[in-house]
């Protein structure tokens, strides 16, 4: 009997060939976004799970003394549901002689691991320089913690040596080729250069993994390891972990651990006005659960929100493709009531049928699974471009997938299948052979169901539109600075002051003369990265204040406001005294120290004398409020050399900048970006949000007009005969299509008018984030609207069309 059922249903599908590519292709692009998601999901999951004893090894973390605990409360949110630990901002750097500490006071502790990321280090080889990002300074039992294979190498004693380094595959391809490199040297330029020796070589770090390395040295070997020691508690420099031995109590270790904080780091709890002894805690996070946490620096961040709301779309839309299922079948009944009520007549048992249509949607599900795997592959590259993974489909997920896929074809194949089937099979049989008619749909029902699935694709036009709004206000919002035509270009050494003063005054005078440069600026930061926060306690407060390290020309180059009193000048010899320690302090804290601030006179709050006041501008993104600034005069620390370009042959202008440096630095690696690129990094986990935005939006009303099309017919259908009486007595092809587009075009306002409050919350849930957002204006619901009624027309045209222009005598005949 199945296989008569499977006949039947492979017959019937390839009678109807556009019902049947219009009902797979909506299934298959909700079934693969759906198993992209599934993909991306499981990806998240198993990060740092690959380490054999990942269950037993713990983020040391702390809270910041440069917070107070009332401000840590997450806001009450749709999110809110969400693990608190997980919203948390700990801190996660800790002093270097922590870790020997715990491993002395503690017998569930295995072992410990310290680990320090690494500047862009500069590293020569065979007369050649590089430039590497990826340096780790760990300690020696760092193979025994982590489980990252070795491809040469004792995993026990690899770094047992002062001068040892480990370094990548990669690494060992790009230097060496296929020579194997144990053995030989590098030189690590530094303020003086050091030379190492590769003691192992280290397979490619899994994607999956938060901890990134290309280089692994030990951490004795950091430059400023031995001044971290001597600065105990008061510099929190490295990521620490520790190993429990097994059979440990993760939460009886947790409140002895949290207990001995308090006593440990007691001199800072005491040394800090505004911290209470009840407001530290030393805490434990799980190595799995660590990519969940947006903590500075660690590796990998993982949302939970995105996932969530990823997870979310992902239902909606595969609901969406449910239900564009249901209508397409039901837009097909008519032509199969005679062939149910003739089954019934002969004495076909109801089961006999549901079980007939059921396989009929099963095999055409299952069709669906395979196109919607063949889109995977196809769409995967932009997947993980628009998420930022590195998802790969290998052996190893053929299990997990196949799985995933059955599970989709079943649960799809019983939300789109089992209404129609039983709709169907219970229609009465001498209703319809006796009277020789066609059998009417009551539209009803498939008006709610579009009218919902077009409320989703409304709401998710709102955001999508939304979301892209907001970006642009960032894109186009007045900084206060000029960020258009400025390189930046990276100081390898700017560890050395002397070289580094060097460099900037012969960059100085070559930009003085190159007819093509209208700036140069020798500054400790970009507006990404490099600048320094220290605490200051302001009316009772502690309030933290980034220092940022600039030379002469930065605040004219950056077309930058003084407001009161004057910039750094070469006139002013105390401007690089030691003593006077001269600064420029943005608008926001002048106001901030108030009375106690006076242009020209020493603040002992800040302990910097206060020669002028710059106009706020954005220092940071625009998540954050303008917080206050110091501006001190160190071009000798400069780590970013700035030039302003003029407006021409860009790539020429950068090609004499690079000769330049080359003759200056001996051939260093010019590394360099744009400053609009990195303002832009700023804001890449909002870009790569509105990617996946738009991305769903598409999937969502490609397969929602679907569904319009399958109402649409239903219209036509239903109203057969009496287009064909009005175009008899004179209706024109015009007065049919408004007939029968005026119920699509009311169900798309009714689906817009339940959105907008709808996509208005989201928005502004999401809008909270930042410190400087858009106003959600009627024109931004507007647009949303017309594009949406837009879409549901061109969706039903055909159908519309069609009836139109059909002549009334076949429609009449039919009838």
Known sequence: MFKNYLKIAWRNLLRKKTYTIINVFGLSLGIAFCLLVYLYIEQERSFDTFHTNAESIYRIESSSFHTPAQAKQPEESLFSVFPQQDQERNQIVMPVVLAPELKASFPEVKQTLRLKSGWRETIRYNNQSFREEKALYVDTNF?????????????????????????????????????????????????????????????????????????????????????????????????????????????????????????????????????????????LRPLTECHYNAASPWGHYTSLKNIYQLACL????????????????????????????????????????????????????????????????????????????????????????????????????????????????????????????????????????????????????????????????????????????????????????????????????????????????????????????????????????????????????????IVQGRDFSPAFSTDTSTTERAAVVNETLFNMLGSEATVGEYNSTLGYRIIGVVKDYHHTSLLSPIGPVVHRLEPHRAAFFWFKLKPGDMAGTIHKIQDQWNVLTANSPFTYRFLDEDVATLYEAQQQWLKTIHGATLFAIVVACLGLFGLSGIHALNRTKEIGIRKVLGASAGQILILLNKDTVRLALISFAIAIPVGYYFMHQWLQDFAYRIDLGWELFATAGVMGACTALLAVSYHSIKAALTNPADSLRDE
Request: net charge neutral; charged share 15%.
């Open 143 to 283: 193979f025994e913690v982590f489980t990252f294979p070795l491809v040469h190498g004792n995993r026990a004693t690899v770094l047992a040596s002062p001068n040892s380094v480990v370094i990548s595959e990669s690494i060992a391809h790009k230097y060496f080729g296929t020579d194997n490199p144990v053995g030989k040297t590098l030189e690590f330029i530094w303020e003086k250069p050091v030379l190492f020796t590769i003691s192992g070589v280290a397979k490619t770090v899994p994607a999956n993994s938060s901890i990134q390395f290309e280089f692994l040295l030990p951490i004795q070997a950091y430059p400023g390891y031995q001044n971290y020691l001597e600065a105990g508690l008061s510099t929190s420099s490295v990521l620490t972990f520790v190993e429990l031995r097994e059979g440990a109590s993760r939460q009886a270790f947790a409140k002895k651990l949290d207990d001995f904080g308090r006593t440990y780091f007691k001199p800072l709890i005491e040394g800090n006005e505004t911290f209470q002894a009840n407001d530290f805690h030393l805490s």
């Open 314 to 561: 992902t239902i909606l839309i595969l609901l969406i493709a449910c239900l564009n299922y249901f209508l397409l079948t039901l837009t097909n009944t008519a032509a199969r009531m005679q062939e149910v009520g003739l089954r019934k007549v002969i004495g076909a048992p109801r089961w006999q049928l549901v079980s007939q249509f059921w396989v009929e949607t099963q095999v055409m599900v299952c069709m669906a699974v395979v196109a919607g795997w063949l889109l995977v592959v196809a769409l995967l590259p932009y997947f993980n471009q628009i998420t930022n993974a590195r998802i790969e489909i290998t052996a190893a997920h053929a299990s997990g997938i196949l799985l995933a896929m059955l599970s989709t074809a079943l649960a799809v194949g019983v939300l789109a299948g089992v209404y129609p089937a039983l709709f169907i099979s219970g229609v009465k049989p001498l209703s319809i052979i006796k009277r020789h008619q066609t059998f009417r749909i009551s539209p009803g029902l498939s008006r709610v169901l579009v009218v919902l699935q077009y409320t989703v694709c409304m709401s998710l036009l709102i955001g999508s539109l939304g979301i892209a709004s907001q970006m642009h206000y960032i894109n186009t919002k007045d900084l206060g600075f000029d960020k258009e035509q400025t390189l930046l270009v990276e100081n390898p050494d700017w560890g050395n002051s002397q070289k580094t003063l060097a460099i900037a005054q012969r960059l100085q005078a070559f930009a003085t003369t190159e007819p093509a440069l209208a700036g140069f600026s020798a500054a400790g930061h970009t507006f990404s990265s490099g600048f320094d926060t220290y605490m200051h306690t302001i009316d009772g407060k502690q309030v933290g204040v980034s220092v940022m390290r600039v030379d002469y020309n930065y605040a004219n180059m950056m077309k930058l406001e």
